[in-house]
């Protein structure tokens, strides 16, 4: 059990970064992977040129890697935007349009999950507000991910890092997910368990995946602090990992971690290449 008994993808967006975006696929098999998942990769753009999209279709598809898991998006990432479906105005709208080509281009290659950061708290505007909106835009995004046979993730971060980002703890985040479930019927909404974003808040991760690995989607991870490889910090990811497994959790682990100061390839050390092939 532990690193060993899980399925692993490797997020694109904060690993290979010192290569070109076309280039990382290709990197990530090189390393042993068959599996990659990614932030919404045009920060400025919501609605990207066919050509754009097709290029990396066509990158991923050469390398015979799959994508398994995609952000709407988002604003910048990483950044101070943390999510946009939440901001009225240019923010929400453009996470709006966005929503058919992420689906699409997630259908096009086989994608099932796709990530919605909800965004920051706004000067002026009334959180009840904000929070109408995000509920209307999830509810859209959730039936466009029914549409194509995905689910949608919510996502908690951290505190310390998103003071503003009003999802910061893993019940808060339930509750969306609840919200959206229930605005739908669909039952497709569910919880993507970020252990690094989780004990940056401080919370019981034992007792937090007890409690809600059922109703989890996604888990992504990193080790803390410092948000590097496993083994760099003081989490205990094997046994978290392992716990997780005992709980019934048969979902892919993400590996959401920076490199540091070295190439991206060096960091798996702590994981034997025969484990990192998504079986």
């Known amino acids: 059990m532990g690193f060993a008994d899980q399925r692993y993808t490797v997020n694109l967006s904060i690993l290979f970064t010192e290569l070109p975006l076309l280039q990382r696929p290709a990197a990530a098999a090189a390393a042993g992977f068959t599996a990659i998942e990614l932030w919404w990769p045009w920060a400025g753009s ?16 050469d390398t015979g890697v799959r994508l398994t898991g995609l952000n709407f998006y988002a604003g910048q990432l990483p950044g101070p935007d943390r999510g946009a479906l939440s901001i009225p105005g240019e923010e ?39 929070d109408a909106l995000a509920l209307e835009h999830l509810v859209l995004a959730a039936r466009a991910c029914d ?20 999802l ?22 569910r919880f993507l368990m970020d252990l690094y974003h989780l004990s940056m808040n401080g919370e019981n991760l034992p007792q937090l995946i007890g409690r809600y690995a059922a109703r989890t989607g996604h888990v992504q991870i990193a080790d803390n602090p410092g948000r590097g490889a496993p083994g760099t910090g003081v989490l205990p990811l094997e046994d978290l990992l392992e716990k ?34 998504a079986r």
Do not use: M
């Not at 549409?147 to 951290?158: F, K, V, Y």
């Open 46 to 61: 919501p609605t990207p040129e066919h050509s754009q999209l097709d290029s990396l279709k066509k990158a991923i598809e």
């Open 92 to 130: 929400s709208e453009k996470f709006r349009v966005n929503i058919d080509v992420v689906a699409d281009f997630a259908e096009s290659l086989g994608c099932t999950a796709l990530n919605a950061l909800y965004g920051n708290r706004v000067d002026g505007v009334d959180p009840a507000e904000q």
């Open 147 to 166: 549409r194509i046979g995905a689910t949608l993730l919510i996502e908690a971060l951290n505190g310390p890092e998103s003071p503003r980002y009003p």
């Open 168 to 189: 910061v703890s893993a019940p808060a985040a339930i509750e969306i997910v609840d919200k959206v479930n229930a605005a739908t019927g669909l039952g497709n909404a």
């Open 244 to 277: 997780l497994t005992k709980a019934g959790y048969d979902g892919r682990v993400g590996l959401e971690y920076k490199p540091g100061n070295r190439p991206s390839a060096e960091t798996f050390g702590w994981l034997p290449v025969q484990w990192r092939a």
